[in-house]
């Protein structure tokens, strides 16, 4: 696979498709954005952003059961694959996911009590 890093801004896919549009290649492009954007430029690392886009989805609904793979999330919010690695260990350790080997990760279902 060819990574390709577009230097000048007014050359990219959506300025293509849509003349006089650009987003960033780390913006997400799809139809959930749920408002929470990431930007490489912020002092905040990117795989925490990844786990908060990830996570504002989850929240939205737009994600429930099985999570999409990590290539597919990957390209989904232009970073790497590490990245969304990263921020899947962020997310497990908040108890959103929970990921099965060779199954995938899941959106971790809430623990009902007694009486709820």
Same mark, same amino acid.
């Given at each position: 696979?060819?990574? &390709?890093? %577009?230097?000048?801004?007014?050359?990219? =896919?959506?300025? $293509?498709?849509?003349?006089?549009?650009?987003?960033? #290649?780390? @913006?997400?492009?799809?139809?959930?954005?749920?408002? &929470?954007? %990431?930007?490489?430029?912020?002092?905040? =690392?990117?795989? $925490?952003?990844?786990?908060?886009?990830?996570?504002? #989805?989850? @929240?939205?609904?737009?994600?429930?059961?099985?999570?999409?793979?990590?290539?597919?999330?990957?390209?989904?919010?232009?970073?790497?694959?590490?990245?969304?690695?990263?921020?899947?260990?962020?997310?497990?350790?908040?108890?959103?996911?929970?990921?099965?080997?060779?199954?995938?990760?899941?959106?971790?279902?809430?623990?009902?009590?007694?009486?709820?």
């Amino acid at each position: 696979m060819r990574i &390709v890093l %577009i230097l000048n801004p007014t050359d990219s =896919y959506c300025n $293509r498709v849509n003349p006089g549009t650009h987003h960033p #290649r780390w @913006a997400y492009r799809g139809g959930h954005d749920c408002g &929470v954007s %990431i930007d490489p430029g912020k002092p905040e =690392y990117v795989w $925490r952003q990844a786990a908060d886009v990830i996570a504002a #989805r989850i @929240a939205a609904g737009v994600y429930s059961g099985r999570l999409p793979s990590e290539g597919d999330l990957a390209r989904d919010l232009g970073v790497g694959k590490n990245t969304v690695r990263r921020a899947l260990v962020d997310l497990r350790e908040r108890g959103l996911v929970v990921t099965l080997p060779q199954r995938g990760t899941f959106v971790a279902t809430p623990v009902r009590r007694h009486g709820e």
